[in-house]
């Protein structure tokens, strides 16, 4: 935000006054702007002493709309991170009104430049590329702007662009119930004369008052870009109807001559009417300016040239170097591009990047190496064979056909959407992941298999069979059960459906209703069950009906308000089954749960018309995340299993087990139904009760007293003998970094460990420390050269800081026999425990004994399992200075309490930054990452808990950019 980011519009006169200070922490020195939204402040922050922006909502906007639209450009942009978006710090409320904290920028807003006229080519398209970067780093977050144009675009004295106001930000998988604006009322306003939205950059689809994606976003950048290279707006007109008419109509004004043409058709391209003909995400859009403006010009200008000088050893020449140009253009220019792309954890965009420039340099070897971290070569087969295979992103609907199968494809390491089509057969859909996601994934193969049927029972999909595991928090340890392939039904059973089997009887037909009516003991006689079972007027039917019959309009609309009793008849009715929770919970992908639940019906007025949200979830079924809660078969003592979370209850919910009273007709409660091919077949152990395992209730848990602690730390005690070191191996190739492997006497068995020590070249020692413990991935390497390089905090490397790896016990090359990483009530796993936390000590005896290490400021990063085990080792280690937990909590089954790290919590005493997803299926918000946080015993001031909506792993480039804040603040900056 800047003094030139609003202006003010028409509604309420100024205020008299703003605040002296906010929050004690922020002191007011002026406004410098108000818009509808509210005003604009410069503040000085006491704490991190640098100068910031301020916005504060108005007076008058403290309405629910208001306050909705506010909070979302906070979350909006909170959860973006990068050069091009304007970065914000902190947001709260203050007597009653909230604010967002961002920095401060100098400068002017491009309306403002456009009002001296037209930019050069090369200056637009500067800019253009900044802009179109910047939307691909908010799309990969699943963010569209809605209200691009000029005078929401800033830039900077140094020449750099930021996009501004993400007030009117959509997160992707818009509801039904949302819509743009009509030409008809193009600019609603708030009560103080806030604009939504500006007709003359809008899309044709958002003058229509269509669903958007980001392809709408590619249509106000392309508005925004022809102005710039023109100096006017291609619609604009002199009312907003006239203006909404021209952009669903009218044909952009020719650009002028000295455009080139390349930057024409990006124009022309950005601003066509359909969705589908422009550019299928700013990535591309991306790679297509990149190659105009940092590319050298193509080949065809030499080819005239030489016609022109009509000398064939000249155009050789020319080409030669237009060859040599363009390699250096890629190597020097796009390649560290692409690395910061894989080092943020952008795949797609730094694949789009590595395809484009693999044709100029198809044997550089640090393009092999980053495709190698983003990308996985696989290979795709039917039954029957030659079927058509497509891909898309998973929030896209623009699929790409890849051939006819068998078919080999190498592609970004992130999520698909697949759709498999052939001639008489019906069309398989399902999701992949081809990345780092946690849990055991059935889908996650470098091979896939796609059974095509030539008939499918009517509104159901195929779903494979195979080793199944319970994807649920503290089940997911359990053995894996072989179940057989299955269908199950594409939506949940619909009002229209579950009428068929109320006008036939359904209630009154003893033969459909097999259960015994058990409740609280007592056997229900057929006749007092079913009376229960009625609607709101008395008649037969779900308690959210009347008079027999559904709401009027909602006969696709999930049935809800049954009891298992009546789902479990309408299955019987329909010739199906009721699903295990295996089958169910198989069928949902709780591995893509970061994707699938913001896509769902989550948080809205009530249930969706079914398949009218944009999920998909693992097999081709949809809505299994929100909208109606879903009846299983198992029994759960006197309850049955409830799953996958309604509309108005937290998303987590969808990872979670749940269970009610089989006569509960809550208006959350709907099903859906699957069909064994043979049940006879169906395992009876997945029918049954699920096995009794202790789950965990941190809240009504106490950590163990501290003088039991103090045993407890004890056990973590070691005698400081010799260390016998050594320099086992030393890497000096890079230009960045330098790396020692070293070696080590361990505290226990005899035996000898190693560390890894990376040290930056920008900055001069002593270095401050970061100690790293990784995820539980390393426990399957037995080589640190199978870890991929980004994934060794090659950003703190950057920030000056060195990294240090011990190699702890069970990993790398000290590999034992160590299965899993989840904590258990065993002697092996509390010996180990203790080891771990032993070998990081010793870690910190051998940088004790090098100066070029400042031991006064060493750091503790933890990564899942290393997050998870933090506070253990931050409670039996002091000389840590501060932590940052990434993608950690508590495990909801026991261990022993030496090793638990509940009861190590309340003694940790260093600053810890806590970064996880909201959807992580590992470790859930409330009863796992919460637990943690709250018994921690770092002062409040000094402890942050961060969520970001994602599942176990959190957004790499948010996760750097609050990481290294918290470094600079606890350990200080670098020098």
Same mark, same amino acid.
Request: hydrophobic residues 40%; contains cysteine; proline residues 7%.
């Given at each position: ?77 909170? $959860? ?493 009715? $329909? ?281 006064? $400021? ?46 190590? $919590? ?70």
């Amino acid at each position: 935000m800047s003094k030139t980011d609003e202006m003010v519009p028409p509604g309420p006169g100024p205020e008299a006054a703003g605040p002296a200070r906010i929050d004690e922490r922020y002191r007011i020195d002026k406004e410098i702007g108000r818009g509808g939204m509210g005003r604009v402040f410069v503040a000085h922050d006491r704490k991190l002493g640098r100068d910031v922006a301020i916005k504060v909502l108005a007076s008058g906007l403290h309405g629910e709309e208001a306050l909705r639209r506010f909070e979302q450009e906070a979350r909006a942009t909170c $959860a973006l991170s990068h050069a091009n978006i304007l970065d914000v710090h902190d947001i709260g409320t203050h007597d009653g009104s909230p604010y967002i904290v961002s920095e401060l920028l100098h400068g002017s807003t491009l309306r403002e430049r456009l009002q001296q006229g037209a930019l050069p080519p090369a200056e637009a398209t500067g800019y253009a590329l900044q802009l179109a970067k910047g939307l691909s780093a908010a799309h990969d977050k699943g963010i569209i702007h809605r209200d691009l144009k000029p005078e929401n675009l800033f830039i900077t004295n140094e020449g750099q662009l930021k996009i501004l106001d993400f007030g009117i930000a959509k997160l992707l998988a818009p509801t039904a119930s949302e819509s743009a604006e009509t030409p008809a009322s193009p600019r609603p306003r708030t009560a103080t004369g806030a604009i939504v939205g500006t007709v003359g950059y809008m899309s044709p689809e958002q003058v229509r008052g269509r669903p958007v994606d980001g392809r709408s976003d590619l249509f106000s950048f392309g508005a925004i870009f022809h102005e710039m290279l023109c100096g006017c707006s291609p619609f604009e007109r002199d009312t907003a109807v006239e203006t909404g008419y021209a952009v669903l109509s009218a044909d952009p004004p020719e650009l002028p001559a000295e455009v080139p043409a390349a930057l024409k058709r990006i124009v022309q391209r950005c601003l066509e009417k359909e969705p589908a003909r422009r550019f299928q995400s700013a990535t591309d859009l991306v790679v297509a300016l990149t190659a105009t403006s940092g590319a050298p010009a193509e080949k065809s200008r030499w080819r005239r040239r030489a016609v022109v000088i009509v000398l064939v050893a000249v155009a050789a020449a020319g080409w030669f170097l237009w060859h040599e140009s363009r390699i250096r253009w890629a190597r020097e220019k796009v390649l560290p591009e692409i690395a910061q792309l894989v080092e943020q954890g952008r795949s797609r965009a730094a694949f789009a990047l590595a395809e484009q420039i693999e044709r100029i340099i198809p044997a550089d070897p640090m393009l092999a190496r980053l495709f190698k971290e983003m990308s996985v070569s696989l290979s795709i087969e039917t039954s029957p064979d030659g079927a058509d295979v497509f891909v898309a992103d998973y929030d896209s609907s623009a699929f790409r056909h890849l051939g006819r199968a068998p078919v080999s494809v190498r592609l970004d390491d992130a999520f698909h959407r697949w759709r498999v089509t052939k001639d008489g057969f019906a069309t398989v859909e399902a999701i992949t992941s081809n990345g780092r996601v946690s849990g055991d994934i059935p889908f996650l193969s470098r091979k896939l298999k796609f059974v095509l049927d030539k008939e499918l029972p009517p509104g159901m999909v195929r779903v494979p069979g195979g080793p199944v595991p319970l994807l649920v928090p503290g089940y997911d340890r359990l053995p894996r059960i072989e179940i057989p392939d299955y269908f199950i039904d594409r939506y949940e059973v619909t009002n229209r459906q579950f009428k068929q089997f109320v006008d036939q009887g359904g209630y009154s037909r003893r033969e459909l209703w097999k259960e015994p009516f058990t409740d609280g003991g007592r056997t229900l006689a057929f006749e007092e069950a079913v009376a229960r079972f009625r609607d709101r007027t008395g008649r037969p039917g779900p308690s959210t009906w009347m008079s027999g019959d559904h709401p009027e309009g909602q006969d696709e609309f999930p049935v809800t308000g049954v009891s298992w009793f009546e789902a479990a008849a309408y299955a019987a009715f $329909a010739g199906k089954s009721l699903p295990t929770v295996y089958h169910w919970n198989h069928a949902a992908g709780m591995w893509a749960s970061a994707l699938i639940i913001p896509a769902s019906n989550f948080g809205e007025a009530g249930p969706a018309r079914v398949g009218s949200h944009r999920d998909l979830d693992a097999y081709g079924a949809q809505d299994m995340a929100g909208n109606a809660k879903e009846w299983c078969w198992n029994p759960s003592g006197g309850k049955r299993y409830i799953l996958g979370a309604a509309w108005n209850e937290p998303p987590h919910m969808f990872n979670e087990l749940d269970a009610q009273s089989p006569f509960d007709r809550g208006a959350r409660n709907g099903f859906r139904l699957v069909k064994y091919l043979d049940e006879a077949e169906v395992p009876a152990t997945v029918k049954g009760p699920l096995p009794d395992i202790h789950t965990r209730d941190y809240a009504k848990e106490k950590p163990v007293a501290d003088a039991i602690f103090e045993v407890y730390r004890s056990l973590y005690a070691y005698d400081r003998t010799e260390l016998k070191a050594s320099i086992e191996a030393v890497e000096d190739s890079s230009d960045r970094f330098r790396r020692e492997k070293v070696g080590f006497a361990a505290t226990y068995g005899n035996e000898r460990m190693f560390a890894y020590l990376y040290t930056p070249k920008n900055v001069r020692p002593p270095w401050q420390v970061v100690l790293f413990f990784p995820g539980a991935a390393v426990t399957r390497l037995r080589s640190i050269e199978e870890l991929p390089p980004s994934y060794l905090l090659s950003f703190i490397l950057k920030s000056g800081r060195a990294v240090a790896l011990p190699v702890f016990k069970s990993t790398f090359e000290r590999g034992d026999a160590l299965k899993m990483t989840d904590q258990e009530p065993t002697r092996f796993y509390r010996d180990h425990v203790i080891e771990w936390s032993n070998d990081l000590g010793r870690t910190l005896d051998y940088l004790e004994t090098r100066a070029e290490f400042d031991r006064h $400021a060493i750091a503790f990063y933890g990564a899942s399992w290393g997050a998870k085990l933090g506070p253990i080792m931050l409670a039996t280690e002091p000389r840590l200075r501060a932590a940052v937990l990434v993608g950690g909590g508590l495990n909801l089954v026991g261990a022993f309490p030496e090793v638990d790290p509940f009861n190590f $919590a309340p003694h940790v005493k260093q600053p810890v930054l806590m970064i996880n997803g909201r959807f992580d299926f590992q470790f859930p918000v409330s009863t796992s990452q919460e637990a943690v946080f709250r018994v921690l015993g770092t002062p409040d001031k000094d402890k942050r808990h961060i969520v970001f909506e994602s599942g176990h792993h959190p957004p790499n480039d948010l996760t750097m950019k609050e990481t290294l804040d918290w470094f600079d603040r606890y350990l200080g900056p670098v020098r």
